[in-house]
C-alpha cells in the first residue's frame, strides 16, 4: 500500500522558518502530484500548495513546496512564521488507482 | 466565488441509514470529480471516494467499499453520500471537495455525524 508518512510534530518561534516533510512508502514521490492541506481546529482543510509548488490565490508567498527526488519526499516550507500559521498540515498525493492518500499529518506549533 | 456547502450536523441510532449532501456553486459542476472524505475524532483525513458528476461514475477506496454510497444530482450541483446500517465507528467528520487538477479545493465545511444509541 502507498502511504505517505509526515513527522508527528515540529515547534519553532515566531519569524523563524520551518520544513514538514512528507515521504513516499513506494514508488517515486515524483509520479503524481503532492498537494499541502492546511487544517486549524476546528475548521475544515484548505489547500495551501497544489500541483508541488503552486500557490492558490491569496495563500502568502511565505508557503513554499518543494519534491526531492533523492530522498523520495515532498517538503512544504513555511518562512516567517506567524502564531495564525499554527495548524495541522497532511501531504497528499495518488496511488496506482488514482486514489487519492493523504499523509499522516503533522502539527505546527508557533510557539 | 467557487465553493461548496454542505448540510447540518446529524444525530442517529446505530442501524439507522443517513443522506448528507454536499452541494457546489461558482463553477460548472458536471467538469469536476467531487470526493468525500472522513475524518474521525483526533484523527486524520482518509479518501472514501469519488463521482464523476457528468456520468455518476465512482472510485471507492477499498476500506469504504459496500459500507457507503457516493451519487449525484447534477440537475442541482449536489453530491450526496449514503449510508443504509450506520454503525458507531462512523462518527466522524466528512468533508467533500472538488479535484481541481491535481489538487483539492475547494473543500466544504464539513459535516458532523454522530452515531449513539
Known amino acids: 500500500n502507498f502511504m505517505l508518512t509526515q513527522p508527528h510534530s515540529v515547534s519553532e518561534s515566531p519569524g523563524k522558518t520551518v520544513t514538514l516533510s512528507c515521504t513516499a512508502s513506494?514508488?517515486?514521490?515524483?509520479?503524481?502530484?503532492v498537494q499541502w492541506y492546511q487544517q486549524r481546529p476546528g475548521s475544515a482543510p484548505t489547500t495551501v500548495i497544489y500541483?508541488?509548488?503552486?500557490?492558490p490565490s491569496g495563500v502568502p508567498d511565505r508557503f513554499s513546496g518543494s519534491i526531492d527526488s533523492s530522498s523520495n519526499s515532498a517538503s512544504l516550507t513555511i518562512s516567517g512564521l506567524k502564531t495564525e500559521d499554527e495548524a495541522d498540515y497532511y501531504c497528499q498525493s495518488y496511488d496506482s488507482n488514482n486514489e487519492g492518500v493523504f499523509g499522516t499529518g503533522t502539527k505546527v506549533t508557533v510557539l | 466565488e467557487v465553493q461548496l456547502v454542505q448540510s447540518g450536523a446529524e444525530v442517529k441510532k446505530p442501524g439507522e441509514s443517513l443522506t448528507i449532501s454536499c452541494k457546489g456553486s461558482?463553477?460548472?459542476?458536471?467538469?469536476?470529480?467531487i470526493t468525500w472524505v472522513r475524518q474521525m475524532p483526533g484523527k486524520g483525513l482518509e479518501w472514501m471516494g469519488r463521482i464523476d458528476p457528468s456520468d455518476s461514475y465512482t472510485h471507492y477506496s477499498p476500506s469504504f467499499q459496500g459500507h457507503v454510497t457516493i451519487s449525484v444530482d447534477k440537475s442541482i450541483s449536489t453530491a450526496y453520500l449514503q449510508w443504509n446500517s450506520l454503525k458507531a465507528s462512523d462518527t466522524a467528520m466528512y468533508y467533500c471537495a472538488r479535484r481541481f487538477g491535481g489538487s483539492y479545493l475547494p473543500w466544504g465545511q464539513g459535516t458532523l455525524v454522530t452515531v449513539s444509541s
Open positions: 461558482g463553477f460548472s459542476f458536471t467538469t469536476y470529480w
Open positions: 513506494s514508488g517515486s514521490i515524483a509520479s503524481n502530484y
Open positions: 500541483e508541488d509548488n503552486q500557490r
